[in-house]
């Protein structure tokens, strides 16, 4: 089956622009993360969708950060205006109810540089 | 932020040498996961042990997790050049919900290095 898709795969933009990241999830997958990992860390989740309804979005800035999954399939997450300390990766990652229910699975990541 | 933190940060080895990583995390988990990243494949996630468990075995893999001390374990055995990765602990701790996965955190990763 065909992994989760992310475009772009980077990104520069100057800080106080914006920049929007698309994900492709798993076909058939209900649950949608975005992860923010900053060299050196780990990945941190920024938000979670279940469907089309958000789950989780308790450290996602939201002066800046917005995201959205219409349709319960495809997402946005887009940043307005970056700063400096956003440059990093973000991931999506999908996962089913069916099989193991904790398993998530990883896109490729968009790596962006905000300078 | 982080709740595993994963010792030691930093792991050189020669191929055939087994690898044992570590992770320590703060609050009650429903199960602790492990994920290895290179810049080739990504995120991926290598075996998951629920809180009822304390040992659990996937090919060269084994974990072990000891929920009174709040750690886990990651051994590699035989290991290989291609297992040169970060290896990242993660524990799911969310309340259970219907239909999905989970909210997942993170530790800070140890970097494994094999070498021929």
């Known amino acids: 089956e065909a992994g989760v898709a992310q475009s772009p795969r980077y990104k520069i933009i100057e800080k106080r622009q914006s920049v929007a990241f698309w994900c492709n999830p798993i076909?058939?997958?209900?649950?949608l993360y975005w992860y923010q990992q900053i060299l050196g860390q780990g990945p941190k989740l920024l938000i979670q969708f279940q469907n089309n309804g958000v789950v989780d979005d308790s450290q996602l800035p939201k002066d800046r950060f917005s995201a959205e999954r219409l349709k319960g399939v495809d997402s946005t997450l887009k940043i307005q205006p970056a700063k400096l300390e956003d440059s990093a990766v973000y991931l999506c990652?999908?996962?089913?109810?069916?099989?193991?229910?904790?398993?998530?699975?990883f896109g490729p990541g968009t790596r962006l540089l905000v300078l | 932020s982080q709740q595993g933190e994963e010792d030691p940060q930093a792991l050189s080895i020669q191929e055939g040498e087994n690898a044992t990583m570590n992770c320590s995390y703060k609050?009650?988990?429903?199960?602790l996961q492990w994920y290895r990243q290179n810049s080739g494949r990504g995120l991926v996630h290598l075996i998951l042990?629920?809180?009822?468990?304390r040992e659990k075995h996937s090919g060269r893999l084994r974990v072990t997790l000891d929920t009174s001390k709040k750690s886990s374990s990651l051994l590699i055995t035989a290991s290989r050049a291609a297992d040169t990765a970060s290896y990242f602990c993660?524990?799911?701790?969310?309340?259970?919900?219907?239909?999905?996965?989970?909210?997942?955190?993170f530790g800070t990763g140890t970097q494994l290095k094999v070498e021929l």
């Open positions: 993660a524990t799911d701790a969310g309340a259970i919900l219907t239909g999905g996965g989970n909210k997942l955190t």
């Open positions: 042990i629920r809180s009822n468990e």
């Open positions: 609050t009650s988990i429903n199960n």
């Open positions: 990652a999908s996962s089913s109810p069916l099989g193991e229910r904790r398993t998530q699975y």
């Open positions: 076909s058939g997958h209900a649950t």
